[in-house]
Nanobody
């Protein structure tokens, strides 16, 4: 059994900051990349940022310079530090981990349940 759980969402005024956390737990041999996605009302889910097990990162253009993704491999945890938040960042943020379970050579995507981020005055 593998479970991915996000935390840290909430309401913030424009220009403010929030830090999201996501931990994957269970029968895990290793985790490849971990990422954050978001889905705004009426829009498709989009990739926000991704980080490999080695620490390489990629960001969608709209968050570059404002968001920072990081991870603690020992804790199977990924973070998203969000600064200079804008109303258009409002969305449900989902965590995703590419997990290799014990006893398997194949990985699968483990999704969290999502955490709401609302940016408004």
């Amino acid at each position: 059994q593998v479970q991915t759980v996000e935390s840290g969402g909430g309401w913030v005024q424009p220009g403010g900051s929030l830090r999201l956390s996501c931990t994957t737990s269970g029968s895990i041999f290793s985790i490849n990349d971990m990422g954050w996605y978001r889905q705004a009302p009426g829009k498709q889910r989009e990739l926000v940022a991704v980080i490999t097990s080695g620490g390489s990162t990629e960001y969608t253009d709209s968050v570059k310079g404002r968001f920072t993704i990081s991870r603690d491999n020992a804790k199977n945890t990924v973070y998203l530090q969000m600064s200079s938040l804008k109303p258009e960042d409002t969305a449900v943020y989902y965590c995703n981990a590419d997990v290799v379970p014990y006893g398997s050579r194949l990985s699968f995507r483990s999704w969290g349940q999502g955490t709401q981020v609302t940016v408004s005055s």
